[in-house]
Structures are given as structure tokens and as C-alpha cells.
T-cell receptor
Framework: GDSVTQMEGPVTLSEEAFLTINCTYTATGYPSLFWYVQYPGEGLQLLLKATKADDKGSNKGFEATYRKETTSFHLEKGSVQVSDSAVYFCALREAGRRALTFGSGTRLQVQP | EAGVTQSPTHLIKTRGQQATLRCSPISGHTSVYWYQQALGLGLQFLLWYDEGEERNRGNFPPRFSGRQFPNYSSELNVNALELEDSALYLC????????????FGDGTRLSIL
């Protein structure tokens, strides 16, 4: 079945550091890929998405590129802020289906 | 534009009781999804409703059920509550057609004593 694997957290960075959160997936078809962010006490917010190979999703300084050859969708940001502290979830959705399959989440802590 | 709203925010029940969770989708969205976020198990898909019909369900027992009303709001019912049902239940909505992103509410935290 489908699955998403994320790097274990927590990831602790200083403000203005470069961020990478790794995400790899297993799917039978050609899924759409998503990054969601969950701030403390809140639900999930869609951060960015990509629907086909080589697509780059971007939002709020975050980027991720759909790499079919390595089945990866790593999240990057050039300079993190304290306000980026949250849990980040990578997810996929198989073509023609609605259910999202999530990774286990990666907690990011940014220190001033 | 109002987002997805869920009620109640917190719900405390005891084993064997029934719980009802409610969700109002974003205006214009006809699809509603339910997910369970339990400690140690991550986020798991529960149910999908569209146009009043259950379209798909995840790997959960039948005591998890729900419905969608004509105004597209939805209820999730959990019968015969067990301790392991303690979790954050998230509702999401999307437009009904095509490859539309899902927008999530803030969730209902269900605690089983």
C-alpha cells in the first residue's frame, strides 16, 4: 500500500538557518504530494503541493520538488524564523482517490 | 471566508459511551473528510462524504460512522468508546470535483476516561 516516510524529529535550528525535512514515498501510481503544517493547538494548514513529476511547490519561502526518480518530496527553506516552529507533515494522494496518506510528522523548533 | 469549523473543541467521555463530533465545511465545499490523529499512530483517514453519501472509509471498525447533511455539514459518531479512541479528530473539506486540496479544521480532542 501507499506510505510516506519522514525524517525523525525534533529538528532544532537557530533562526536564519537552512531547513531541510526529508520525505520519501511509496505509491502504486502517480500521486499528488503535499506538505501540511500544524501549529500548536491548531489543525493542519496546506503549505504547498505538487501534482506531477518535476513540479515545484512553493509558499511562504518553503519549497519542495516532486522527484519521481527518487520518490522524494523534501521540504526546504533558506532562512527559518521562530514563527516557523511547528509540526510538518508530508502527505500523498493517489490519482483518482481522495484519502490522504500522511507521514508521521517532523517537529521543527527554531531558537532565536 | 470562514474556514472549516468543528465542535466541540474538547469532549470527555467514559468507556462504552457514544460520542458525536460535528463539522461545518467551507462554504461551497461538498466533500467532507474525517481523520484521526492518535498518539503514536499518526494521522489516519477515517471517512469521506460527498453529496450526502459515504464514498470511502479507512481501516476502522463499524462503530465509527457518520453522515452528511443536505447543507454539507457532517457528524462523526463513535459508539462503544474504547480507551484507544482518545485522539484529535480532524475534519477537512474540499470542492467536490477534480484534484482539489483539503482544508482542515482545528479538530475535536476526544478523551476517554
Amino acid at each position: 500500500g501507499d506510505s510516506v516516510t519522514q525524517m525523525e524529529g525534533p529538528v532544532t535550528l537557530s533562526e536564519e538557518a537552512f531547513l531541510t525535512i526529508n520525505c520519501t514515498y511509496t505509491a502504486t501510481g502517480y500521486p499528488s504530494l503535499f506538505w501540511y503544517v500544524q501549529y500548536p493547538g491548531e489543525g493542519l494548514q496546506l503549505l504547498l503541493k505538487a501534482t506531477k513529476a518535476d513540479d515545484k511547490g512553493s509558499n511562504k519561502g518553503f519549497e519542495a520538488t516532486y522527484r519521481k526518480e527518487t520518490t522524494s518530496f523534501h521540504l526546504e527553506k533558506g532562512s527559518v524564523q521562530v514563527s516557523d516552529s511547528a509540526v510538518y507533515f508530508c502527505a500523498l494522494r493517489e490519482a483518482g482517490r481522495r484519502a490522504l496518506t500522511f507521514g508521521s510528522g517532523t517537529r521543527l523548533q527554531v531558537q532565536p | 471566508e470562514a474556514g472549516v469549523t468543528q465542535s466541540p473543541t474538547h469532549l470527555i467521555k467514559t468507556r462504552g459511551q457514544q460520542a458525536t463530533l460535528r463539522c461545518s465545511p467551507i462554504s461551497g465545499h461538498t466533500s467532507v473528510y474525517w481523520y484521526q490523529q492518535a498518539l503514536g499512530l499518526g494521522l489516519q483517514f477515517l471517512l469521506w462524504y460527498d453529496e450526502g453519501e459515504e464514498r470511502n472509509r479507512g481501516n476502522f471498525p463499524p462503530r465509527f460512522s457518520g453522515r452528511q447533511f443536505p447543507n454539507y455539514s457532517s457528524e462523526l459518531n463513535v459508539n462503544a468508546l474504547e480507551l484507544e479512541d482518545s485522539a484529535l479528530y480532524l475534519c477537512a473539506s474540499s470542492l467536490g470535483s477534480g484534484d482539489q486540496p483539503q482544508h482542515f479544521g482545528d479538530g475535536t480532542r476526544l478523551s476517554i476516561l
